[in-house]
Protein backbone atom coordinates (compact mmCIF):
# COMPACT_ATOMS: atom_id res chain seq x y z
CA UNK A 1 0.00 0.00 0.00
CA UNK A 2 1.03 3.56 -0.34
CA UNK A 3 2.85 5.11 2.27
CA UNK A 4 5.74 6.82 3.78
CA UNK A 5 8.24 5.85 6.47
CA UNK A 6 10.39 8.09 8.57
CA UNK A 7 13.74 6.86 10.18
CA UNK A 8 16.79 8.26 11.95
CA UNK A 9 15.12 9.54 15.44
CA UNK A 10 17.08 8.84 18.20
CA UNK A 11 19.00 10.16 21.23
CA UNK A 12 20.93 13.06 21.07
CA UNK A 13 22.90 15.32 23.14
CA UNK A 14 22.15 19.31 22.81
CA UNK A 15 24.39 21.07 20.10
CA UNK A 16 24.05 17.24 18.28
CA UNK A 17 22.65 16.66 14.57
CA UNK A 18 20.69 13.81 13.05
CA UNK A 19 19.44 13.08 9.92
CA UNK A 20 16.11 12.00 9.22
CA UNK A 21 14.81 10.25 6.66
CA UNK A 22 10.87 9.99 4.44
CA UNK A 23 11.03 7.40 1.97
CA UNK A 24 7.90 6.89 0.70
CA UNK A 25 6.40 3.84 -1.54
CA UNK A 26 3.47 2.91 -3.59
CA UNK A 27 2.77 6.25 -5.02
CA UNK A 28 5.17 8.83 -7.17
CA UNK A 29 6.03 10.88 -4.61
CA UNK A 30 7.92 13.22 -7.26
CA UNK A 31 4.87 14.55 -7.63
CA UNK A 32 4.04 15.58 -3.97
CA UNK A 33 5.09 18.46 -2.10
CA UNK A 34 6.99 17.14 1.02
CA UNK A 35 6.43 18.46 5.13
CA UNK A 36 8.17 17.43 7.96
CA UNK A 37 6.04 18.37 11.40
CA UNK A 38 6.85 17.51 15.10
CA UNK A 39 5.03 17.32 18.26
CA UNK A 40 5.77 17.01 21.51
CA UNK A 41 4.28 16.04 24.63
CA UNK A 42 1.09 18.36 25.35
CA UNK A 43 1.63 20.66 22.39
CA UNK A 44 0.04 20.89 18.96
CA UNK A 45 1.92 19.19 15.90
CA UNK A 46 3.53 22.27 14.17
CA UNK A 47 4.57 22.45 11.00
CA UNK A 48 8.62 22.89 10.19
CA UNK A 49 9.67 22.45 7.41
CA UNK A 50 8.38 22.14 3.65
CA UNK A 51 9.69 21.33 0.20
CA UNK A 52 7.64 21.88 -3.01
CA UNK A 53 7.48 18.84 -5.29
CA UNK A 54 10.24 19.91 -7.89
CA UNK A 55 12.48 20.65 -4.69
CA UNK A 56 13.20 24.20 -5.62
CA UNK A 57 11.13 25.79 -3.01
CA UNK A 58 11.75 25.41 0.61
CA UNK A 59 10.14 27.04 3.86
CA UNK A 60 10.35 26.66 7.50
CA UNK A 61 9.12 27.39 10.79
CA UNK A 62 10.82 30.09 12.71
CA UNK A 63 11.98 27.83 15.86
CA UNK A 64 14.13 25.99 13.27
CA UNK A 65 15.08 28.18 10.40
CA UNK A 66 18.80 28.28 9.94
CA UNK A 67 19.74 25.25 11.95
CA UNK A 68 17.14 22.25 10.06
CA UNK A 69 17.59 21.98 6.42
CA UNK A 70 15.10 20.10 4.37
CA UNK A 71 15.88 18.13 0.96
CA UNK A 72 15.18 15.72 -1.38
CA UNK A 73 16.12 12.96 -3.71
CA UNK A 74 13.23 11.66 -6.14
CA UNK A 75 15.19 9.84 -7.98
CA UNK A 76 15.58 8.00 -3.99
CA UNK A 77 11.56 8.70 -3.09
CA UNK A 78 13.63 10.25 0.24
CA UNK A 79 13.04 13.37 1.95
CA UNK A 80 15.37 14.35 4.32
CA UNK A 81 15.29 16.52 7.14
CA UNK A 82 18.84 17.58 8.26
CA UNK A 83 18.92 18.91 12.14
CA UNK A 84 22.06 20.95 13.73
CA UNK A 85 22.28 22.78 16.67
CA UNK A 86 19.98 20.46 18.52
CA UNK A 87 18.36 22.04 21.60
CA UNK A 88 16.11 19.98 24.65
CA UNK A 89 13.29 21.94 23.16
CA UNK A 90 13.39 20.03 19.53
CA UNK A 91 12.43 16.98 21.58
CA UNK A 92 9.10 15.83 20.16
CA UNK A 93 8.06 12.85 17.44
CA UNK A 94 9.31 13.69 14.12
CA UNK A 95 6.08 13.29 10.96
CA UNK A 96 6.54 13.18 7.35
CA UNK A 97 3.88 13.90 5.03
CA UNK A 98 3.09 14.33 1.19
CA UNK A 99 0.56 16.61 -0.24
CA UNK A 100 -0.40 16.24 -3.59
CA UNK A 101 0.12 19.57 -4.66
CA UNK A 102 2.88 21.60 -6.11
CA UNK A 103 3.77 23.80 -3.74
CA UNK A 104 3.99 24.43 0.11
CA UNK A 105 0.95 25.81 1.45
CA UNK A 106 0.90 29.37 2.89
CA UNK A 107 -1.81 28.21 5.69
CA UNK A 108 -1.93 25.80 8.14
CA UNK A 109 -3.89 22.65 5.96
CA UNK A 110 -1.41 20.97 4.64
CA UNK A 111 -4.07 18.46 2.97
CA UNK A 112 -1.64 15.75 3.12
CA UNK A 113 -2.90 11.36 1.28
CA UNK A 114 -0.08 10.58 3.34
CA UNK A 115 1.79 10.60 6.63
CA UNK A 116 4.35 8.20 8.24
CA UNK A 117 4.02 7.13 11.84
CA UNK A 118 6.77 9.05 13.59
CA UNK A 119 10.17 8.71 14.79
CA UNK A 120 11.00 10.39 18.31
CA UNK A 121 13.83 12.54 18.64
CA UNK A 122 14.74 13.45 22.05
CA UNK A 123 17.99 16.02 22.80
CA UNK A 124 18.83 15.72 26.67
CA UNK A 125 22.35 15.68 27.99
Known amino acids: QAQVVESGGGPVQPGGSLRLSCVGS????????IGWFRQAPGKERERIAC????????DYADSVKGRFTISRDNAKRTAYLDMNSLKPEDTAVYYCAARPFRRCPSGKNFAADYWGQGTQVTVSS
Open 26 to 33: GFRMDYYT
Open 51 to 58: ISMGGDST
